[in-house]
């Protein structure tokens, strides 16, 4: 039988591409960083090991069955709660979106330059304004953790307020999880 695709394919549509978490604006640095993720590093004898992570019918509850919706937050950074923050695993860059820095009320003189370049979702590049690190407060409940995450300050138009990526999560210790 044959498999071949019968439309032709006329274009992509990437994910958000570079930033920080890649690695670095060059290709020496992404080189580096690709070869330090593939190390293997020897956990410390005297560690504890960590519990197995499994979800169980609690964490079902008050879940509507095949509901596969995004998972958006909110955070609070410079004293004001942010809310639509979408965990997007599969970017790789912390994101601020020019509006959103300005309601956060923070000054341009903050940012510092960006020389790389940054690929929306269509492939197109998108402008950077330059970065900039904030605490970003996480809370849940009565717990909160409160981390430096370096974004990237981008002008363009989206539905969400940031983007979160991968490094936040994974120093977090949070698995995001519809």
């Known amino acids: 039988m044959d498999q071949r695709h019968e439309v032709p394919v006329h274009g992509e549509i990437n994910i958000i591409s570079v930033g920080f978490s890649g690695g670095g604006c060059t290709a020496s640095q992404r080189k580096r960083y690709a070869r330090e993720v593939m190390t293997i590093e020897a ?24 509901e596969d919706d995004p998972v958006v937050i909110s955070v609070v950074i410079v004293g004001r709660r942010v809310h639509w923050v979408l965990i997007d695993q599969g970017s790789s860059a912390d994101v601020i979106f020019w509006v959103t820095f300005n309601k956060l009320q923070l000054s341009s003189d903050q940012l510092r330059p960006y020389d790389g370049c940054l690929f929306g979702f269509t492939g197109d590049q998108v402008e950077v304004r330059g970065h900039v690190e904030l ?32 490094p936040p999560l994974n120093r977090l210790g949070a698995v995001a999880s519809t």
């Open 135 to 166: 605490r970003t407060t996480f809370l849940d409940g009565t717990s909160y953790c409160t981390i430096n995450i370096r974004y990237l300050v981008v002008n363009a138009t989206s539905a969400y307020n940031m983007l979160l990526d991968r």
């Open 43 to 66: 956990g410390e004898p005297d560690q504890p090991d960590e519990p197995d992570l499994c979800f169980t019918k609690t964490n079902l509850r008050d879940v509507v069955p095949h």
